[in-house]
């Protein structure tokens, strides 16, 4: 069964801010390495408009309607210190969800065997009213409670292998027994949660990472954490944040990942996926902002998908 590559134009036309480090460039390096003859398999697919009715699923009713009554007609509009929306934000953001919510639609009703969501604004830090750490909505929370609301999974899991806690992902997810979130991280680092005591109700697990940590503490993580936590869930459904700066080379944090790490992780939660629901996979992504080191992560990540 096939992977399915979602992404749209306008997702490259977002901006936060002038020389922020979430930039265009990052999904045109993305397209670059997957536009590639290796990549002539994926079923390519524009990513459709979210429905407002996802997004308050996870988001305050007046927080999505002042976002999207907040974007300019022109230049850029900061909603904090590090966030801003340009006038394609809006769209893109709407894209973002829109592709990961077809995304759970079409694997979970057996068109395809997963999915990765190339867009951008990315969503893991997006808090129930608040917007931070360059995302707006928290694309991958408004998947997961697609999955349990639309196509009645019991049992949804994110795992959340970005350098950053994603502190909105488990903020929609800690009272909910029925949601997991695995994820590893450095710490100390933006935006300060995760550590390994948040354990929500048994359901939140949580590996900070030293900076300076590198592969075999990054594959530990997994091995001997968040894995096994996967396991006893017991998920019919699994979503991936899927950011890339946990890389070595990426300038806005610390750890030493390499390239072959975001393959090996990816392998292994794909295991997991093929135990418990039937590999039912689908990965969005969150960061990475040096360009090379992310199209290579994505790359791997990738193939991995496709099972090539
Ligand atoms: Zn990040």
Redesign the pocket.
Known sequence: MSTILYSHPVCQEHTNSPDHPEQPDRLRYISNVLDGPSYFMLDRRDAPMGQIEDITRVHDARYVDDILASVPTRGNTLLGPDTGMSPASGEAALRAVGAICEAVDVVLEGGARNAFCSVRP?G??AEYAEAM?FCLFNNIAIGAQRARQVHGCKKVAAVDF???HGNGTQAAFQTEPSLFFGSS?QMPA?PGTGYAEETGVGNIVNVPLAPGAGSEEFRRAYSDKILPALRAFEPDFILISA?F?ADARDP??QLRVKTPDFAWVTAEILKVADEFCSGKVVSTL????DLDALAAGVAVHMRELMGI
């Open positions: 990315p893991h830090h750490g970005d350098v950053h991280h933006f950011g700066d806005l944090a969150e960061g990475g902002y």
